[in-house]
T-cell receptor, first 117, second 110 residues
Framework: GAVVSQHPSWVICKSGTSVKIECRSL??????MFWYRQFPKQSLMLMAT?????????EQGVEKDKFLINHASLTLSTLTVTSAHPEDSSFYIC?????????????FGEGSRLTVL | DAKTTQPPSMDCAEGRAANLPCNHS???????VYWYRQIHSQGPQYIIH???NNETNEMASLIITEDRKSSTLILPHATLRDTAVYYC???????????FGKGTRLHILP
């Protein structure tokens, strides 16, 4: 089945630094990718929709200047948390749509756990 | 906002069928019902989806009521590895975004 990979799977950084998380679709082309954030014991919260070659669409309340999303190719989207602070510590998950099928499945990455000290 | 309502938690004995209900009374005619599950500290895993008809795959069965206002996910023979949070989602497929509700935490009892 389709595979979505995230890197790194976990990262620890100092407050004020920026962190980049990569999301790759390994065996299919994804015109659309989604980024989610999940705090402990809570559900996934959609942050933004990323379309290849265009600007991301952010959900209400998500700061686009803080969470930079780039979708430069059909197999790669990146999320950069700029000037990270401890409240940005969370589990970040990406997902990708398989445009080549009509099953409508959305595949998720393994997640990236960010800890900001 | 999520358009579904699920019980926060359920228990099921190992080896028995797990029946997870979901209410989606405001579902529109072109919206699909999707089910995902999330095992602790992992990304969500796709289970099944459907529009009107009941669906079955190697993981589960999806029963959708005739008025489409509710559905049930059935895991036919639950194992301990099925312990997870199960999310029922409505989506205008295949291009619309997926909004997660709170899901049902399924506990499989040995």
């Amino acid at each position: 089945g389709a595979v979505v990979s995230q890197h790194p799977s976990w990262v620890i950084c100092k407050s004020g630094t920026s962190v980049k998380i990569e999301c790759r679709s390994l065996d299919f082309q994804a015109t659309t990718m989604f980024w989610y954030r999940q705090f402990p014991k809570q559900s996934l919260m959609l942050m933004a929709t990323s379309n290849e070659g265009s600007k991301a669409t952010y959900e209400q309340g998500v700061e686009k200047d803080k969470f930079l999303i780039n979708h430069a190719s059909l197999t790669l989207s990146t999320l950069t948390v700029t000037s990270a602070h401890p409240e940005d510590s969370s589990f970040y998950i990406c997902s990708a749509q398989t445009g080549a099928t009509n099953t409508g499945e959305l595949f998720f990455g393994e997640g990236s756990r960010l800890t900001v000290l | 906002d999520a358009k579904t309502t699920q019980p926060p938690s359920m228990d099921c004995a190992e080896g028995r069928a797990a029946n997870l209900p979901c209410n989606h009374s405001t579902i529109s005619g072109n919206e699909y019902v999707y089910w995902y599950r999330q095992i602790h500290s992992q990304g969500p895993q796709y289970i099944i989806h459907g529009l009107k008809n009941n669906e079955t795959n190697e993981m589960a069965s999806l029963i959708i009521t005739e008025d489409r206002k509710s559905s049930t996910l059935i895991l036919p023979h639950a194992t301990l590895r099925d312990t997870a949070v199960y999310y029922c989602i409505v989506r205008v497929a295949p291009d619309d975004k997926i909004i997660f509700g709170k899901g049902t935490r399924l506990h499989i009892l040995p």
